[in-house]
């Protein structure tokens, strides 16, 4: 049982370039989520799944899509980076069960710098 | 919009209570979360509280709610240096929107 799989740990991008961060999970959870982590900024909600087929976004898309063609997996694609890009990027996914959420596990996250 | 606000940080004194408190402004959340991060590391869930509870404890973590003036805090009983980390407050509103973190320091 491995959790929240994200890949790369580190990567750095010219600005321009598109990348596609992966996130696998193996808890068959249904919710899914992409946040950025920014000095003083706290977590912030990029887009969100409720399940396969289903995505929605959160405080800061612009720059960024998803897809979730299966349970397991949540893309986050950067499709023209920019500096302000760079941050720390986590995964996290969740079960819920009769709208009740039982708490986010985390990836490990991924270090993107756009130069 | 959902707001969720934290002070930013805290420094305590080996063996002493920290208290972390937190504001927001969705009275609908059902689930308020604690989770902690520790440097370089991804956040790890703590504990949380349901809507319709006023305190939960768990051995040195304790968390009270209070609804009417969205105010929820975490106290955690004879910190230790090993509590060092940042610890966020995040409400679940349909999705979870986090606080800024509080970085708890802890002097020996």
């Known amino acids: 049982n491995a959790g929240v799989t994200q890949t790369p740990k580190f990567q750095v991008l010219k600005t321009g370039q598109s990348m596609t961060l992966q996130c696998a999970q193996d808890m068959n959870h249904e919710y899914m989520s992409w946040y950025r982590q920014d000095p003083g900024m706290g977590l912030r909600l990029i887009h969100y799944s409720v399940g396969a087929g289903i995505t929605d976004q959160g405080e800061v898309p612009n720059g960024y899509n998803v897809s979730r063609s299966t349970t397991e997996d949540f893309p986050l694609r950067l499709l023209s980076a920019a500096p302000s890009q760079t941050s720390v990027y986590f995964c996290?996914?969740?079960?819920?069960?009769?709208?009740?959420?039982?708490?986010?596990?985390f990836g490990s996250g991924t270090r993107l710098t756009v130069v | 919009g959902e707001d969720v606000e934290q002070s930013l940080f805290l420094s305590v004194r080996e063996g002493d209570s920290s208290v972390i408190n937190c504001t927001y402004t969705?009275?609908?959340?059902?689930?308020l979360y604690w989770y902690k991060q520790e440097p370089g590391a991804g956040l790890q869930l703590l504990t949380y509280?349901?809507?319709?509870?006023d305190m939960k404890q768990d051995q040195r973590l304790t968390v009270l709610l209070n609804k009417k003036d969205k105010h929820l805090s975490l106290r955690i009983a004879d910190t230790q240096t090993g509590d060092s980390a940042i610890y966020f407050c995040a409400p679940w509103m349909g999705k979870l929107i986090f606080g800024q973190g509080t970085t708890l320091q802890v002097k020996p």
């Open positions: 996290a996914s969740s079960y819920v069960l009769d709208g009740t959420n039982y708490g986010y596990t």
């Open positions: 509280i349901f809507s319709n509870m």
């Open positions: 969705d009275s609908s959340s059902t689930y």
